[in-house]
C-alpha cells in the first residue's frame, strides 16, 4: 500500500508539500498540486484515517443516527439518508450509519470515542433521548426535524403547521367543503412524531377557521392495511370531495384504489400529498403534493454542521432554527368539486 512518502517521491517534492496537496490546507501552486494528484492516482494512494485524525484532529467523518421503525414508510427515510450522504460526500467528508436502536447509547460512543467529526439526528423526537448526549458531546450536532427543545444544536425542517394550513386553504379557495386528511400511523405519534400532529392540529384549526369539515384520521404504513384503510374512508365520507395525504403509503396506495374503485381525480376527488418530488416519480404519483424537500433539508444540515466543524469562529456562533416554507407543486390533481 503507498504512503504520502511513495506519493512525495514520485511528485519530487517533499512529504509536507505533497501533504498539503492533497489536503488542500495550504496554498500549493496548481503545477505541484496537479503533479502531487497525478502521482496519488498512479499510486493509488489512499490518506490513512487514523494518520490524518492523529495530525489533524479531524477524521472527515460525520455521524448519522436513523432508525428504520416499522410503522413507517422506509423509502421516505431513505430519502433524507441519501441527501445526507450526498452533501457529505461532496464536501469530502464519509458517513457513519448508526441505526442502533439505543441511539443514546450509540451516539454517546461515537462522540466519546471522537470517531466522528459531528453528527446529524434523524428521526427526532419531541423529547428525543439523544438530545441531551449531543448538547454534552465534544462534537456538534445537526437535527433534521423539530425537537420541542432546540437549545444546543441546529435545527433544520420542513414548516409542517403551514403545510397544513396550505393544503386546506387550496381546496377551500376551489369550493371544497368536507375534507379527509390521513396521517402518519398513531405510533409515530406516541413515539413523539411532532411532524403528524403539527400539520395535523394546524389543518384542523384552518379547516374551522374556514367552515370546512375535515375528517382527520391516522393511516397505515404498509399494503394491504393501508388500501384497506382507504377504501374505508371513501365509504364512510362519501361526500367528501378532496383528501389530503400526510402519509407516504397512503399516497402510493391511491392509484390503485381509485381504479378499482372507477373513482377519477380530480373529477371526484380532489388530492394533495406531502411527499418529495423524487419520491413522486419513483411511484409515479400524479397528485398535487407539497414538497418535503429532503434533499434540501439534508443537505442544509450537513453544510451548517460541517462549517461549525472546519471554522473555529462558527463554533461559537448562536445555534439556528430554520424552516423551509411549503411549496405546492401541481399536477393537476385539484379542481373545483362537482
Known amino acids: 500500500m503507498a504512503t504520502i512518502g511513495d506519493v512525495a517521491r514520485a511528485a519530487g517534492v517533499s512529504r509536507s508539500t505533497a501533504s498539503y496537496a492533497l489536503s488542500g490546507k495550504r496554498a500549493i501552486s496548481e503545477e505541484v498540486r496537479q503533479r502531487v494528484a497525478e502521482a496519488a492516482r498512479a499510486l493509488a494512494y489512499t490518506p490513512n484515517a487514523g494518520a490524518r485524525a492523529l495530525a489533524t484532529s479531524q477524521t472527515m467523518v460525520l455521524g ?9 414508510f422506509a423509502p421516505a427515510m431513505m430519502q433524507y439518508i441519501r441527501a445526507v450522504s450526498d452533501t457529505a460526500r461532496t464536501l469530502g467528508y464519509d458517513i457513519l450509519l448508526v441505526t442502533e436502536a439505543d441511539g443514546a447509547r450509540a451516539l454517546r460512543r461515537i462522540t466519546d470515542s471522537r470517531m466522528v467529526d459531528g453528527v446529524v439526528l434523524l428521526n427526532i423526537a419531541e423529547h428525543d433521548e439523544r438530545l441531551p448526549v449531543l448538547r454534552a458531546a465534544p462534537r456538534p450536532g445537526a437535527s433534521v426535524g423539530l425537537p420541542a427543545d432546540c437549545s444546543g444544536l441546529d435545527v433544520f425542517d420542513l414548516d409542517f403547521e403551514e403545510a397544513g394550513r396550505v393544503m386546506v386553504d387550496h381546496l377551500h ?3 371544497h367543503r368536507e375534507l379527509i386528511l390521513i396521517s402518519q400511523p398513531e405510533h409515530v405519534v406516541h413515539r413523539g412524531g411532532a411532524y403528524v400532529w403539527r400539520l395535523r392540529d394546524a389543518a384542523v384549526q384552518r379547516a374551522r377557521e374556514r367552515g370546512v369539515t375535515l375528517h382527520a384520521v391516522y393511516g397505515e404504513s404498509r399494503q394491504p392495511a393501508v388500501g384497506r384503510l382507504l377504501n374505508t374512508l371513501l365509504d364512510t365520507y362519501p361526500s367528501a370531495t378532496g383528501l389530503l395525504l400526510n402519509n407516504e403509503a397512503a399516497a402510493a396506495a391511491l392509484p390503485s384504489v381509485a381504479r378499482a374503485r372507477g373513482l377519477r381525480v380530480p373529477e371526484d376527488l380532489s388530492v394533495i400529498g406531502r411527499y418529495s418530488d423524487d419520491f ?4 409515479s404519483l400524479p397528485y398535487s403534493f407539497i414538497e418535503s424537500a429532503p434533499d434540501r433539508l439534508g443537505s442544509m444540515a450537513v453544510r451548517h454542521l460541517v462549517r461549525r466543524v472546519e471554522s473555529t469562529t462558527a463554533r461559537d456562533e448562536p445555534y439556528v432554527v430554520r424552516f423551509i416554507s411549503p411549496e405546492l407543486v401541481s399536477r393537476g390533481s385539484t379542481a373545483v368539486p362537482r
Do not use: N
Open 280 to 283: 413522486a416519480a419513483t411511484f
Open 64 to 72: 448519522l443516527l436513523a432508525q428504520f421503525y416499522e410503522d413507517e
Open 173 to 175: 379557495r376551489l369550493g
